[in-house]
């Protein structure tokens, strides 16, 4: 049974910083690619950042490149997002997730099987 918690969400201003953390039980974590995802209100889940199996890959969405930087600690079963200038459109439950390999384009929420709960990041001006 694979589970994904989040944690480390909260308020903060903007230009602030928060790190989010994943902590993955269940599964093999260092098989599989794994990635951020967040929702905000009225919107569709949106694709963040993605990091390879090994760590030695990562993509960005253009709207966090420069400011969201994420790793993994295939030792820990663990991934993290450290974000950084923090703006209000950030605001957001951010996800994170497990790559079912095959199911799709790494942007696309259906290419990933197993999903965290999320926690609630929101960025005040």
């Known amino acids: 049974q694979v589970q994904l918690v989040e944690s480390g969400g909260g308020l903060v201003q903007a230009g602030g910083s928060l790190r989010l953390s994943c902590a993955a039980s269940?599964?093999?974590?260092?098989?599989?690619?794994m990635a951020w995802f967040r929702q905000a209100p009225g919107k569709e889940r949106e694709f963040v950042a993605r990091?390879?199996?090994?760590?030695?890959?990562?993509y960005y969405a253009d709207s966090v490149k420069g400011r969201f930087t994420i790793s993994r600690d295939n030792g820990k079963n663990m991934m993290y997002l450290q974000m950084n200038n923090l703006k209000p459109e950030d605001t957001a439950v951010y996800y994170c997730?497990?790559?079912?390999?095959?199911?799709?384009?790494?942007?696309?929420?259906?290419?990933?099987?197993?999903w965290g709960q999320g926690t609630q990041v929101t960025v005040s001006s």
């Open positions: 997730a497990r790559d079912a390999p095959g199911s799709g384009y790494y942007t696309n929420p259906r290419a990933y099987g197993y």
């Open positions: 269940g599964g093999t974590f260092s098989s599989y690619a």
């Open positions: 990091m390879s199996a090994s760590g030695g890959r990562t």
